[in-house]
């Protein structure tokens, strides 16, 4: 099984990096540009690909991912199988605060609810942050940059005091079942 | 401190207590930028920085050594998780606080670099509470307008029941009946006053005939039937009216010799009057309603 594994390299010097997986590969781009501006004092790589697990010629030249970001376009069924299937090649020490969501078109009226109902279900079981991002206009794009590099900046470890685990204990996502529950107690 | 350095300036912040009625807090004094470090300093900070990142690998090759193969299910992320939350919330209380390098020209600089990070974060802090402060000094005079409005409204519906009360109070039956009395009286007295004023125009106009007018038609021997007990227009009407108030199924009159005959054939032709259909020495007032 050619699981990625989060601790299996030395991490680099001042440096973060970021694996963005999305299957239509389209907003991934332009994110990834946006970050690389956004972030200034430290040294950002940003990896793209389509799904996992990543080829097997890349293994000795990548880097240590500190953070894998699962694209999901509400607006294709496709996207959120795609994403599913890809959780499977991760290692499970990923999902203590190395792995978030990120959703496109959450508002759009065409969107079936039941999707993002599923896709909360999911990111609230594996405990990882769920983000919104609206992919339209530069704006949305540089807001989703920015919430992204708080969180790698996190999880690469160059945040003191804070942890990857402590984050995304703080940051979970949450199913609206359990905040109604909450809501009564 | 070393003599070729700048000095650190005091910080002369208002207290904090009052923060909430200063509307514009003075600009406290900016932090200095320190960039420049001796090179003693910048090579100790390097050695420590080596012992770091030889510890980091040192530690890296464990995790390396002790990965667990493990085929878990993804989604049963429970007991790892646990697990790991546990373990840290161990570190975190072992630790203790300690000096990032004990050289001061090192902790200067950093301790710049944070004052300086924490001066911008709470410069967004005081702005954000200062629209939150605006924003609830607007919501608050609009929700002490509203509480007027209400209020004056409160006061003018009290003042309406109390108004209404009293009304009621001085329409009591009692009253009530009181009013109908007077109002039966007013139109009774008006009655009376009418009646009156009739039997004063009719005496004037329509005096009953007497001996004197005749006297001067002696001659021309018309029998005169007077000394009858003739009665005035005014007493036949007064007649004619209470029978049809009182016998209004059988509101006639006979005609007898004390009508006298001209006003009977008046009152016929004016229509004030109506004969029997059948019997014609009957005679009734006219309907008027």
């Known amino acids: 099984m050619s699981l990625l594994k ?35 004092t430290v040294n950002v790589n940003v990896r793209l690909a ?23 376009h509400l607006t294709s069924e496709l996207s959120f199988q795609s994403a599913e299937t890809s959780l499977k090649y991760l290692d499970p020490g990923y ?27 999911l990111a609230a079981s594996l405990h990882c942050p769920l983000l919104c991002a609206e992919d339209q206009t530069t704006e949305g794009v540089t807001t989703a940059a920015r919430r992204l590099l708080a969180i790698l900046k996190v999880a690469a470890g160059l ?10 204990t703080l940051t979970r996502c949450t199913v609206p079942s359990d905040i109604d529950q909450q809501n009564f107690e | 401190m070393r003599s070729n350095e700048v000095t650190l300036q005091q910080e002369n912040g208002q207290p904090l207590d009052k923060e909430s009625e200063v509307q514009d807090t003075p600009v406290p004094p900016a932090i200095p930028f320190y960039i420049e470090c001796s090179e003693a300093a910048q090579a100790q900070l390097f050695n420590e920085c080596e012992e770091q990142f030889a510890q980091l690998e040192m530690l890296q090759n464990e995790i390396i050594l002790a990965e667990p193969d493990s085929d878990e299910n993804p989604q049963e992320q429970s007991v790892n998780r646990l697990m790991a939350v546990a373990a840290e919330l161990k570190q975190w209380q072992k630790r203790q606080p300690e000096l ?24 967004l802090v005081l702005s954000c509470s200062q629209a939150k402060r605006d924003t609830l000094r607007e919501t608050l005079k609009r929700d002490q307008k509203w509480l007027e409005k209400k209020k004056e409204v409160l006061r003018a519906g009290t003042e309406h ?8 109070e001085r329409l009591s039956e009692h009253s009530v009946l009181q009013d109908t009395k007077k109002k039966i009286q007013k139109m009774k007295d008006y009655q009376n006053r009418l009646m009156e004023t009739l039997a004063d125009v009719l ?7 007497t001996q004197e007018t005749n006297a001067d038609k002696k001659e021309k021997n018309i029998p005169q039937e007077l000394n009858e007990n003739l009665i005035s227009l005014n007493e036949v009407l007064e007649l004619l009216m209470n029978t049809t108030l009182e016998t209004p199924h ?8 004390t009508f006298w005959p001209p006003y009977t054939e008046m009152l016929l032709r004016h229509g004030i009057a109506q004969r029997h259909p059948e019997d014609c020495f009957k005679i009734r007032l006219e309907t008027f309603y």
Do not use: W
Request: with cysteine.
């Open chain 2, 250 to 257: 059988d509101p006639y009159v006979s005609i007898d010799e």
């Open chain 2, 100 to 123: 990032l390098s004990t050289n001061p020209e090192v902790l200067l600089v950093v301790g710049a670099e944070e004052l300086q990070k924490l001066n911008s974060q709470l410069e």
């Open chain 1, 50 to 72: 389509r799904s996992l697990p990543l080829p097997m010629e890349n293994e000795e030249s990548r880097p240590r991912i500190d953070l894998v970001v699962f694209i999901i």
């Open chain 1, 6 to 40: 989060p601790f299996s390299k030395l991490p680099g010097l001042n440096t973060a990096n970021i694996l963005l997986v999305e299957n239509e590969e389209q907003f991934q781009q332009k994110l990834a540009d946006t970050v690389v501006l956004q972030e200034k």
């Open chain 1, 95 to 121: 999902f203590q605060g190395k792995v978030c969501f990120l959703v496109t078109s959450a508002r759009n009226v065409s969107v079936p609810p039941e999707r993002l109902v599923s896709v909360r279900t």
């Open chain 2, 203 to 209: 005496a004037e106009h329509f005096p009953l005939p």
């Open chain 1, 159 to 168: 945040v003191p005091m804070a942890t990857g685990l402590y984050l995304s």
């Open chain 2, 161 to 168: 029941v109390v108004k209404q009360r009293l009304e009621n």
